[in-house]
């Protein structure tokens, strides 16, 4: 069943529901995943997040884009609507083939003006029960154009502390799907099973190293420095906190100081998850950049017009330059909606791949990573990149690359094309 939550803009909602555990649906870790990641997965802007209020208790909320559905009229003008279904697959990756859980629920949103962009938000209850953690599928398909788009989330059940027992609720009394928020932002945090208690916070400075290249043999930017301070907040009988965020950084919140799980708040100036300003332009060129360049780039008065000078350069007229600019920094803000961890998804190994090289043809899943192969899977002169999970108290989605000095040449081949304007596809 649905839960209905406030909209942004009034909108009419009808659901109907479906659940149990059927046939199996593909999301076994053999499965390619590719798709997840590519260009037409963002047709539907989908984005969800898993609240957990109580144990054996777990809830997705999902926000969708009216602007990226096909409104249909009855003929003579509006109301006009849209018809979606949003399910989710349940699965514990350790036996795939055993679907835990699944529901579906039938959406029918109704406006008179169908080209506006607002926000559509409902959720759904997660009924697998236990304390092992599962992973889910969420998908949305637009029946109107037969459009869909998902996304997979990781359900811990291993703590009774983890960052989904908390949720941030914005001015508007709705879920922020964003943990990326700006300096000076007001957050109200649900966090029923915290209700009472005292919270141990802390702010960490932001994490600015970069990834190095696929090649190098330098370790990841770390995650474990200290704190530039420290402070406790008290969760109210409600179950519900308050505090406005600083500086740039990150807060950690922990109901127990004896473990390192929490509930973590990134704070980032700019336009994330998208790519707008001159400043957001022009730092993901550091990777294919020389340090002359980036220098007169990170020192230029007017950012904007130094990237487009860049791009003007290097794809020969202002047409090419304009493909290079929309295919890099498409790519940019995908890393940003999908591989957002300690710190921006673009600086992060999936980040740095994704942008370089592009979509994977394969992409297999499992409990330690993920494995990225662009080419054939049976031959050997593919590219094969492999990422394994990190254990970061601050995000669940920290991939680390497994760097080989034998991607160097490809490296350099991919960025020169990068350099002369041309769009990399492997």
Request: charged share 20%.
């Amino acid at each position: 069943m649905i839960r209905r939550l406030q909209f942004i803009v009034p909108a009419v909602l009808a659901a109907a529901s479906f659940s149990g555990c059927g046939g199996y649906v593909p999301v076994a870790a053999g499965d390619n995943f590719a798709y997840l990641y590519s260009k037409g997965a963002a047709a539907i802007r989908l984005e969800a997040r898993v609240y957990q209020p109580a144990a054996n208790e777990a809830v997705i909320y999902y926000k969708l884009r009216t602007a990226d559905l096909l409104y249909k009229g009855a003929g003579g003008g509006g109301p006009y609507q849209a018809r979606l279904v949003m399910g989710y697959q349940a699965y514990n990756p350790s036996d795939p083939k055993r679907l835990l859980d699944s529901a579906s629920t039938f959406i029918k949103d109704e406006r008179m003006t169908p080209s506006e962009d607002k926000a559509l938000i409902g959720s759904m209850p997660l009924k697998v029960q236990g304390s092992t953690p599962f992973l889910v599928r969420a998908t949305v398909h637009d029946l109107n154009r037969n459009a869909e788009s998902t996304l997979l989330l990781r359900v811990d059940r291993g703590s009774a502390a983890n960052g989904q027992t908390f949720i941030p609720i914005g001015a508007n009394s709705l879920p922020v799907f964003n943990d990326f928020v700006p300096p000076g932002t007001k957050l109200t945090v649900r966090a029923e099973s915290h209700a009472g208690t005292i919270l141990h916070a802390a702010h960490y400075p932001p994490i600015t190293k970069l990834p190095a290249p696929v090649f190098a043999d330098t370790p990841p930017p770390g995650t474990d420095g200290p704190p530039d301070s420290t402070f406790t907040i008290s969760v109210q009988a409600d179950g519900t906190f308050s505090f406005t965020t600083g500086a740039e950084g990150f807060y950690h919140f922990r109901a127990d100081t004896a473990s390192s799980s929490g509930f973590t708040v990134f704070v980032s100036t700019g336009s994330f998850p998208e790519v707008t300003t001159g400043k957001d332009m022009a730092a993901p060129l550091r990777y294919i950049t020389s340090t002359k360049e980036w220098e007169s780039l990170s020192q230029a008065a007017d950012p904007r017009k130094e990237v487009e000078r860049f791009w003007t350069d290097a794809a020969g007229s202002r047409d090419r330059a304009r493909e290079a600019i929309a295919a890099y920094y498409g790519r940019v803000e995908t890393a940003n909606r999908y591989f957002s961890s300690y710190t921006e998804g673009w600086k992060t190994d999936r980040g740095l791949v994704h942008i370089i090289f592009g979509t994977p043809s394969t992409i297999r899943m499992d409990e330690s990573g993920e494995t990225w192969t662009y080419g054939d899977e049976t031959n050997l002169m593919s590219m094969v990149f492999r990422f394994i999970r990190r254990n970061d108290p601050y995000s669940d989605n920290d991939l680390i690359l497994q760097r080989n000095p034998q991607f160097k040449s490809a490296w350099y081949r991919n960025v020169e094309s990068w350099r002369n304007g041309r769009i990399v596809q492997n």
